[in-house]
């Protein structure tokens, strides 16, 4: 973090400490909730190639930033602002894991992969819409709405990192309610409700905190699909244990080395010359084809 800060920084300090100051707060924001939101999604489908965006919540933000650009059009972010635009986008995700959640999780059925395979359908309903609307938009309204589906590291706005912060730490401390509970949940349904744990409201409780996080991190810099996959599986291979008292520490500090080390050496070594989310994305993308091969021999 010192070293993003202060590498390369020949100019008025004025100026580049609120500068690096607000991407860092950023990156950090993004690493802990991407983390965070990972491990304990893992845990709770008792599955290490699962990630939250197969919930659709990376369609879901694609989806509303196409339907406000086709009503409003491009110039919209202008009138109304960063937080306004940040608050919407984050609300729309957590009211449909809300609603989802409600539906498939306090019923009769209750079944966590009926959850999953509703998430994966309504991704795909997501982005058929979305291919639908940008195909009625206007093309220079399109050129500027396609930046918005890719995440980037260098536009945050510093803003809305209040109301991302007030966010998260809200989160935080309504799961930091649950630790106990954590470790219980990966030994399965069964023997969490044999353990005592109220299984149904507690996990529906957690996916709605997973929820609010990844609704943040989407929302503050973009979609970033495979970047908790790969952070989650690195911990759960260096602490050695599924103990979440280490794994989730060691998974918070990987996605900040990794973003923030990553960022520093983009900017300061090659200049902008690529973008951070692609090569996480590509790293991601190649553990995920492993794990699936992996297991696959098993």
């Known amino acids: 973090m010192t070293a993003f800060m202060t590498i390369g920084a020949n100019g008025n300090w004025g100026f580049v400490l609120p500068f690096r100051g607000t991407k860092l707060a950023a990156l950090l924001l993004v690493a802990y909730s991407i983390a965070v939101s990972t491990v304990l999604f893992q845990t709770l489908t008792n599955n290490r190639i699962l990630t939250p965006a197969i919930m659709g919540f990376d369609a879901l933000y694609v989806l509303v930033q196409t339907i406000v650009v086709f009503l409003f059009g491009a110039g919209y972010s202008s009138l109304v602002g960063p937080r306004v635009i940040f608050v919407v986008d984050a609300a729309a995700m957590v009211l449909f894991a809300a609603i989802i959640y409600r539906w498939l999780l306090s019923g009769e059925v209750r079944s966590l992969h009926l959850l999953l395979l ?16 940008q195909r009625m938009i206007d093309p220079l309204d399109f050129m500027v709405l396609q930046d918005r589906f890719f995440a980037s590291f260098n536009t945050v706005h510093g803003e809305i990192l209040s109301v991302a912060a007030l966010a998260v730490l809200v989160a935080s401390a309504i799961g930091w309610r649950f630790f106990s509970t954590f470790d219980v949940l990966a030994l399965g349904r069964e023997h969490a409700i044999s353990l005592g744990v109220a299984h149904s409201r507690v996990v529906t409780v957690l996916l709605i905190l997973v929820a609010v996080l990844v609704s943040v991190s989407t929302a503050l810099v973009g979609p970033v699909t495979f970047f908790g996959l790969l952070v989650a599986n690195l911990a759960y291979h260096l602490a050695g244990t599924a103990r979440h008292s280490i794994v989730l520490p060691v ?48």
Not at 118 to 133: D, E, K, Y
């Open 118 to 133: 509703a998430g994966v359908i309504f991704g795909v309903l997501f982005r058929s819409l979305s291919t639908f609307l």
């Open 251 to 298: 998974a918070i500090l990987l996605a900040v080395i990794i973003l923030v080390g990553g960022q520093t050496l983009l900017e300061r070594l090659f200049a902008f010359s690529t973008a951070l989310s692609v090569l996480i994305e590509f790293l991601g993308g190649t553990l995920f084809i492993l794990l699936l091969l992996s297991g696959a021999r098993r």
